[in-house]
C-alpha cells in the first residue's frame, strides 16, 4: 500500500468514529464490561494518544536522528487523564483536530524522510513509514474495541442507516 493510501486510512478514522457513536445514547457511551473502557474512555484514549504520543513521535523522528519515542500505556493513562472535555461532540471534534494536524505533517513528507529511524525501549528501529503503518493498527484495534463494546460493527450501523426512509 502506498503511503499516499496509508495516509488515507488515518485520516478516515475521525469519521469512522463519528459513525459508529453518533446515535448512541450517553448511558450507552458510559457502558462497558467489567474492566473494560467505556465507549467514551476508548474515544478519549484515542484523542489523548493523538496530541500526546504519536505525533509528538512522528515529530520527534522527523526533527532528531534514531529519538527514542515513547507512548503511554492506557492503565497509566486512564486514572488521571483529563476528563474536562468528555462530551462525545467534544471527543470527537478534538480528535478530528489533532487528527487532521498529524495528517498534515504526513501529507508533506518527502520520500527520503519515510525512512527515518525512531526506536522504543527494547524493539528494533523502526521507520516512519512502519510507524504509520503501527498508527493504523492502532486505531483498527481500538475501533474494534469500540465496535465491541457498543454491540454493533461500523457495516451494520451504516446498513441500519440505509434502511431508513429518506424524508
Known amino acids: ?14 469519521r469512522t468514529l463519528a459513525l459508529l457513536v453518533v446515535e448512541e445514547t450517553e448511558e450507552g457511551l458510559d457502558a462497558a464490561p467489567p474492566g473494560e473502557w467505556s465507549a467514551r474512555t476508548l474515544l478519549a484514549h484515542l484523542r489523548d494518544d493523538e496530541y500526546l504520543c504519536m ?14 519515542v515513547l507512548v503511554i500505556e492506557g492503565e497509566d493513562w486512564e486514572p488521571g487523564r483529563n476528563r474536562g472535555r468528555d462530551r462525545r461532540d467534544q471527543l470527537l471534534a478534538d480528535f478530528a483536530l489533532q487528527r487532521q494536524a498529524s495528517v498534515s505533517i504526513l501529507r508533506m513528507l518527502r520520500p527520503e524522510e519515510w525512512s527515518r529511524l525512531g526506536h522504543m525501549p527494547g524493539l528494533p528501529p523502526f521507520t516512519v513509514e512502519s510507524f504509520l503503518r503501527g498508527w493504523i493498527h492502532h486505531d483498527e484495534e481500538h ?6 463494546v457498543l454491540g454493533a460493527s461500523l457495516e451494520e450501523i451504516l446498513e441500519r442507516r440505509r434502511q431508513i426512509p429518506a424524508g
Open 1 to 14: 500500500m502506498s503511503t499516499s493510501a496509508l495516509i488515507d486510512r488515518l485520516a478516515a478514522t475521525p
Open 55 to 68: 505525533r509528538v513521535a512522528l515529530e520527534r523522528m522527523l526533527a532528531q536522528d534514531d529519538p527514542e
Open 143 to 148: 475501533i474494534a474495541q469500540l465496535e465491541q
